[in-house]
Nanobody, 114 residues
Framework: QVQLVESGGGLVQAGGSLRLSCEAS????????LGWYRQAPGKQRELVAT???????YYADSVKGRFTMSRDSDKFTLYLQMNSLKPEDTAVYYC????????WGQGTQVTVSS
């Protein structure tokens, strides 16, 4: 059983920055972080960033150039650096990982005021 714990969300003004973290509860070499997703009120959950098969990172067009995803393999932590935040980035952000099956974190709220 894996628990993913997100942190780093909060309230920020438009143009500001936040750094989200997602830490896995177990330290196993074959745990694979799959990426970050978000869900705004009344909308479906959408992909924000994910790792491609060749090891690159894919970003949704809406965040490209502003968000950067990274991971710390030693700490089993996934990060999402979010810069130049916009009100439309307001959502609950979730991380996702694979360890024999899909796991999701509980989410962290990001609110961007105009």
């Amino acid at each position: 059983q894996v628990q993913l714990v997100e942190s780093g969300g909060g309230l920020v003004q438009a143009g500001g920055s936040l750094r989200l973290s997602c830490e896995a509860s177990i330290r196993v070499s074959n745990l694979k972080f799959l990426g970050w997703y978000r869900q705004a009120p009344g909308k479906q959950r959408e992909l924000v960033a994910t790792f491609t098969r060749d090891g690159a990172t894919y970003y949704a067009d809406s965040v490209k150039g502003r968000f950067t995803m990274s991971r710390d393999s030693d700490k089993f932590t996934l990060y999402l650096q979010m810069n130049s935040l916009k009100p439309e980035d307001t959502a609950v952000y979730y991380c996702r990982a694979d360890y024999y099956r899909d796991y999701w974190g509980q989410g962290t709220q990001v609110t961007v005021s105009s």
